[in-house]
C-alpha cells in the first residue's frame, strides 16, 4: 500500500522542515512525487489532500499548510487508538518509513504495516473527518495531538536514545507551532523538546548508565538548542495563555541555569499539579523542594504522596533524601525497593551504582 | 454517511428512575429525535422492550435454533438505537453525545455501508 503522502514528505526527516512546508509540498508535488500519488489510490481516495495538493498553482499555497494540519488532527483523532495515532502521525505526516516506525517501537513489520491499514481504513470507512476541529472541539483534540508528538518523544529518549525519533518529534513539534501560531501550547511543547533533546548527550554515561539531571556533564549539553528551546519558550510565554507544556518547559530552562532556582522550580511544580494534578509532579515538586529548603522538608512531602509505590524513581528520590540525612540503613531498604522495580537494564545500574555509594 | 448509535447500558439505569426522572429522560430523548428530524437527519430510533423479551435464533446445518434470550449475556445490554445522516464521525459523536444513556452506558458508533447503488 503506496503512501503518497509519505512520499511527499519523506525528504522531512533528513533535511529538515523548510519554512513554508506548504509550498514544498506543491513543489514536491509537481516532481516526480506526482506519479506515485496518482498510484497511490486507498490515501487518494479518502484525502482531498493530496488532489489539491497537485491542483493548486504555487502562488495560492495558502491553504496547503492548513491542509497538512488537517492531516495532522485526522491522524490524532480520538477514534483511533493510541499506538495508531502515533503511528499514522510518524507515517503520514513525519514520512518515516512501515521499517523505521516498527523499528523505533520495537514491533514487527508486519504488525506495525498492519496496524496502519486498520488505521486509514478505519478513517476511511467511519469518516473521520479530513480537517481542523471547529473551536469547541479543538482545545481537546490539539491536546491528543500535542500528546502524540510528546509520545513519540518519549519513546525516542528512552533509554536508550533514538535520535531519529527525537528529531523527528522536534520536526513535529515545529511544524505544529508553525501551523498554528497563536497555540501557546504547541510553543511550549516544542520548547519541551528542545530542552530535553539537549541533554541527550549527557543523559547516559559511556557505560549506558542513566545520569540523573544534578550529575550531568552540563558541557555535552546542547546549548544551541537550549537557546532554541528559549526563543519557543518566549514566543509561548508571548501569548499569555498558560499551560501544562510551557510550565514544563519552563521548569527545563530553569534546570539549564547554571544556579538553578530551586525556589521557582518547585513554584511551577506547584502550579503544574494545579493543571495536570499527578503523584509524579507532586513527586518532582518534592525533589525540588528538598533542593530548595532541605531534605526533611522534601522527605516530608514524598511521604504524603499515595500511589507510587510500584514506580521505581518514587523510592529511589527517597532513597537519595534519606541518605542526604544520613539515614542509611532506610536508604539502603528504599534503593533496595526502587531497584526490584527498575524497568530496564540502564536504570537497575544505575540504582545499583548509588546503593554501592552507601556507607557499609 | 450512515451511522447506527447502539445504545448499551445496565437496564436498572432506567427501569429503575422515579417517574419524574424518567419523564425527564423521554423529553431529553424526543428532543434529540426532533432536532434530527428538524434537519433531515433521523433515518429511524427506537427503544426496545427489555432483553427478557429478547429471542435469538440461528440456523445451523439447514436447522432453526430458537432459544430464549439475547445472542450473549452481558452486563450492559442494547436498550435501543438512533440511525442518522451525518456529514463525518465527528458530526454523529456530538448527536450521540446527547443520548441521555451515554451518561450511564455507552453509545457505540457503527457507519453504515452504504449498498445504494448495487446492483441486485
Redesign the interface.
Known amino acids: 500500500m503506496q503512501d503518497a503522502f509519505l512520499r511527499a514528505a519523506e525528504r522531512w526527516p533528513h533535511d529538515g522542515v523548510p519554512a513554508n512546508p506548504g509550498a514544498w509540498i506543491v513543489a514536491t508535488a509537481k516532481n516526480s512525487a506526482i506519479d506515485r500519488i496518482r498510484r497511490a489510490q486507498t490515501l487518494a481516495r479518502k484525502t482531498e489532500l493530496l488532489a489539491r495538493a497537485v491542483e493548486v498553482p504555487e502562488t495560492e499555497t495558502s491553504t496547503i499548510p492548513d491542509e497538512r494540519l488537517e492531516l495532522v488532527f485526522a491522524c490524532c483523532?480520538p477514534?483511533l487508538a493510541a499506538d495508531a495515532q502515533v503511528a499514522l502521525t510518524l507515517s503520514l505526516v513525519g514520512g518515516l518509513a512501515t521499517p523505521e516506525i516498527a523499528r523505533a517501537f520495537l514491533v514487527p513489520e508486519a504488525t506495525l504495516a498492519q496496524r496502519l491499514v486498520r488505521a486509514k481504513r478505519k478513517i476511511r470507512?467511519?469518516?473521520?473527518?479530513l480537517r481542523i476541529?471547529?473551536e469547541h472541539?479543538l482545545p481537546e483534540r490539539l491536546r491528543t495531538v500535542l500528546a502524540t508528538i510528546y509520545l513519540i518523544f518519549n519513546a525516542g529518549y528512552g533509554p536508550p536514545v533514538r535520535r531519529d525519533l527525537c528529531a523527528e518529534a522536534i520536526r513535529l513539534a515545529l511544524l505544529l507551532a508553525t501551523l498554528m501560531p497563536d497555540e501557546a501550547e504547541a510553543h511550549g511543547l516544542h520548547a519541551l523538546l528542545l530542552f530535553q533533546d539537549a541533554r541527550r548527550d549527557a543523559r547516559v554515561s559511556g557505560d549506558g548508565e542513566l545520569v540523573l539531571l544534578d550529575d550531568q556533564d552540563r558541557s555535552l549539553w546542547d546549548h544551541a538548542e537550549i537557546e532554541q528551546g528559549r526563543a519557543a519558550l518566549e514566543r509561548a510565554l508571548a501569548l499569555r495563555m498558560p499551560g501544562p507544556y510551557q510550565l514544563q518547559a519552563a521548569i527545563a530552562s530553569l534546570y539549564a541555569d547554571d544556579e538553578v532556582d530551586w525556589q521557582q522550580v518547585a513554584l511551577l511544580y506547584a502550579r503544574l499539579a494545579e493543571l495536570t494534578p499527578s503523584p509524579v509532579v507532586e513527586l518532582n515538586r518534592a525533589v525540588a523542594v528538598a533542593f530548595a529548603a532541605g531534605a526533611e522538608s522534601g522527605l516530608a512531602l514524598v511521604d504524603e504522596i499515595e500511589g507510587l509505590d510500584g514506580y521505581y524513581l518514587f523510592h529511589a528520590a527517597r532513597a537519595d533524601l534519606l541518605r542526604r540525612l544520613e539515614r542509611v540503613e532506610a536508604a539502603r531498604s528504599a534503593y533496595a525497593q526502587a531497584r526490584s522495580l527498575a524497568p530496564t537494564d540502564v536504570e537497575r545500574a544505575f540504582i545499583e551504582r548509588r546503593l554501592a555509594e552507601l556507607p557499609q | 454517511?450512515q451511522?447506527v448509535l447502539l445504545i448499551y447500558g445496565e437496564e436498572s439505569n432506567w427501569s429503575d428512575l422515579p417517574p419524574d426522572e424518567l419523564r425527564t429522560m423521554y423529553a431529553e430523548y424526543m428532543a434529540l429525535a426532533s432536532d434530527l428530524r428538524a434537519r433531515n437527519k433521523l433515518l429511524g430510533t427506537n427503544q426496545l422492550h427489555p432483553v427478557a423479551t429478547a429471542t435469538t435464533v440461528s440456523v445451523r446445518d439447514g436447522e432453526a435454533i430458537v432459544t430464549d434470550g439475547p445472542f450473549a449475556e452481558t452486563k450492559e445490554v442494547l436498550g435501543g438505537y438512533f440511525v442518522v445522516d451525518?456529514?463525518?464521525?465527528?458530526d454523529?459523536?456530538e448527536w450521540a453525545q446527547r443520548i441521555p444513556a451515554a451518561r450511564h452506558g455507552r453509545v457505540e458508533?457503527r457507519?453504515a455501508i452504504d449498498h445504494t447503488g448495487d446492483r441486485s
Open positions: 483523532h477514534a470507512d467511519a469518516g473521520i473527518p476541529p471547529p472541539l | 454517511m451511522y451525518a456529514d463525518s464521525l465527528d454523529a459523536i458508533i457507519p
